[in-house]
């Protein structure tokens, strides 16, 4: 029996102008720790910090984080599915899931 794997690979993607804050990239291959520091298996709440911490090179982060969580107006995707479907933040992720990130909000 082999070890549980200690990463796993994920697709990340933004839109909707999100992108302009991750080096106006829209796509990602990411490979992100399968445990968090605090030892539980990693779930969006890490993701959304790892991403902060390790992807993000735009000094804005407030367009994309409040409170330690995605912004109000900010559409969270798991597999094509709501992450209120999935569990929000609690969602424990897999190799190969797709998580997107969609900004509805507009300027005017």
């Known amino acids: 029996m082999s070890n549980p794997p200690d990463s796993i690979d994920l697709q990340v993607e933004f839109t909707g102008g999100l992108e302009m804050l991750f080096s106006d990239q829209r796509k ?8 968090t520091p605090e030892g539980g298996p990693s779930n969006v709440a890490f993701l959304i910090h790892w991403l902060c911490e ?21 559409l969270v995707l798991i597999n094509d599915a709501d992450w ?25």
């Open 28 to 35: 990602h291959q990411i490979s992100l720790p399968s445990k």
């Open 54 to 74: 390790n992807l993000m090179k735009d000094p804005r982060r407030d367009m994309f984080v409040l409170e330690g969580t995605v912004r109000p107006g900010v």
């Open 84 to 108: 209120e479907l999935e569990g929000e933040e609690k969602y424990e992720l897999q190799a190969g899931d797709e998580i997107v990130f969609v900004s509805t909000l507009h300027g005017g």
